[in-house]
């Protein structure tokens, strides 16, 4: 998991159009695509601005230079969060169907209805759609950019500040974390070894996470009394420095607004369907 | 009046645990002062109560003559700048410039002033390079340097370091030294820093407060302070090695005068092998 974390950096850190591009444009994009296929009502129309979305996603991942296996990588990664969600949706009755048509009966009591199949399928376009986007997001613009970029769209200076820390102190921890396994390795620890006693690899893991528990404890201190050092106090913020967004952005911003807007739009009022 | 002055100053640490005992500490202007003692002498601890971090269990702490007040305390840790051993414990912003602006943030300065004051402090420093990296990519030197700056920034009249060298290559340990030295000259600053490092001291610091168990057991010049190998090894502390040779070579019959500079060393031995008048 930490090193999913150095990876994203890394990709974050390649060169692009698309990487180039402000971060505001990228946040306002991503946050555009995600209100507007949540906006879209509960019925098949989903299938067809769910696949035009996905195909503007694609092509703007195809600019970005990164292999689809990374894409597809982060996506898998997030299943078993979003996927249990999902595939209970077909035991469930909801409240956008009427009626409801079991077609397979299960032990205890459990149908699968056809119209929570398809709601299930809505669900799963909408989530799939949504994170590409937030995996666009996050894979082509740098932590330190996007939280600026948040702040210069009007992120509160409490938040921006906390969040600048946590992205920094992430780090951190994610070098001490990786010291630290390297000494347990330099130690021959391994925790699936089956020579070692249950026990003895559960406590020594426990040990672990305590001083990683304590060290982020007294780290948290002395990080403090640096601040206290450098004026801190009630009216601290994370200084932004201004940034006007070329024009060539505010056009690619433009378009892509124009073009997320309309699809939903065209979709629903021409009840048009690629499928 | 001193810039800074501690008078009988105690400290206790919670579960009674004597840090500090009646310190007495001065800090002229435009001097160089190095805090010396072996690990746990209390030079940490005497250093946060110069900008008000620690607040004296008994005694006083002066700055500019004034004690340290809650009325003062942002001016005073304005006026008092500290540089922690651990950088990372002192860079919390996730990138370098961001970092440097915390101070001047904080001072309530416009964002013009905060804008120059961070590159003239990196520029000081010489990173003005790694403005825009974050600070996981950067080398322990280029960290410290970053912290450096973020306290220069505040434009500080005292500058405290805690054990500047750590962790630092040979390179970064000169540059460091270089940059300790023009400060006093350049910007009449005031340098107070913490080492262990006695090799170290006789290049940058013009006066010497010998610390141990939270006291202080011996203040004066280099001069002064290494002519006393017994105290210093009574504490954990050695004399450093061009002291300590020229003195056996001393002791050994040659004609040396006493020096503790590399420079003063140079002239002192070619003087005494007749390499130069």
């Known amino acids: ?275 | 009046m001193h810039l800074i002055e501690t008078r009988d100053l105690c400290y206790t640490y919670p579960g009674k645990v004597t840090a500090l005992n009646n310190i007495n500490f001065i800090a002229p202007r435009n001097s160089r002062i190095a805090v010396i003692g072996s690990n746990g002498a209390g030079k940490s601890t005497l250093f946060k109560h110069f900008n008000g971090i620690f607040k004296a269990t008994s005694g006083s702490v002066l700055i500019r003559g004034e004690p340290i007040t809650k009325e003062n305390i942002k001016e005073i840790r304005k006026f008092v700048g500290i540089v922690f051993q651990n950088p990372d414990d002192q860079i919390f912003s996730p990138t370098v410039e961001q970092d440097v602006a915390f101070g001047p943030t904080n001072l309530g300065l416009d964002p013009e002033t905060i804008h120059h004051r961070v590159h003239e402090a990196l520029r000081v420093v010489g990173i003005e390079h790694l403005a825009h990296r974050v600070p996981h990519h950067l080398s322990g030197g280029e960290k410290k340097r970053v912290a450096i700056a973020g306290v220069i920034a505040m434009e500080p009249e005292v500058l405290v370091l805690d054990e500047p060298n750590a962790g630092l290559d040979p390179r970064g340990v000169a540059d460091l030294n270089s940059f300790i030295n023009s400060l006093p000259k350049k910007y009449g600053m005031t340098v107070i820093f913490s080492t262990h490092d006695v090799g170290l001291v006789p290049e940058v610091a013009d006066y010497i407060y010998v610390m141990d168990k939270g006291r202080i057991v011996a203040q004066g010049t280099t001069d002064e302070i290494f002519v006393q190998p017994d105290m210093l090894r009574s504490v954990r502390l050695d004399v450093p090695v061009i002291p300590r040779l020229l003195k056996s070579l001393k002791d050994s019959g040659v004609d040396v005068s006493m020096a503790y500079t590399y420079a003063d060393a140079e002239e002192a031995l070619l003087k005494a092998f007749g390499k130069r008048s």
């Open chain 1, 1 to 275: 998991m930490i090193e999913e974390l150095f990876q994203i950096e890394r990709d974050a850190y390649k060169d692009s159009p698309v990487h180039r591009l402000d971060a505001r444009v990228k946040i306002v994009i991503a946050f555009a695509a995600i209100i507007a296929l949540v906006a879209v009502p509960y019925s098949p129309m989903i299938y067809t601005v769910g696949a035009v979305f996905f195909l503007f996603f694609a092509l703007l991942w195809c600019f970005t230079g990164l292999s689809p296996v990374i894409y597809a990588r982060r996506a898998l990664a997030i299943i078993p969060l979003w996927g249990v969600i999902i595939f209970f949706q077909i035991f469930l009755k909801n409240k956008y169907y009427t009626t409801y048509d079991v077609i397979m009966s299960l032990p205890f009591g459990i149908n699968i209805y056809a119209q929570s199949v398809e709601f299930a399928f809505i669900l799963l376009v909408k989530f799939v759609v949504c994170i590409s986007f937030i995996i666009l997001l996050s894979t082509t613009t740098k932590m330190p950019d996007m939280l600026e970029g948040g702040a210069r769209m009007g992120l509160p200076a409490e938040f921006a500040l906390a969040l600048g820390m946590m992205i920094r102190y992430l780090f951190v921890f994610g070098y001490m974390f990786r010291k630290m396994n390297e000494t347990l390795k330099t130690k021959c620890f391994d925790a699936f070894d089956r020579k070692l006693s249950y026990r003895y690899r559960l406590r020594q893991l426990g040990f672990t996470m305590g001083t990683m528990f304590i060290r982020s404890y007294e780290q948290g201190e002395r990080v403090y009394t640096s601040m206290l050092c450098r004026g801190y106090g009630r009216e601290s913020y994370l200084f932004v420095e201004r940034k006007p967004i070329k024009r060539p952005e505010w056009a690619f911003l433009s378009l892509s607004l124009a073009f997320i807007i309309a699809i939903p739009i065209i979709v629903w009022l021409g009840q048009f369907s690629i499928f």
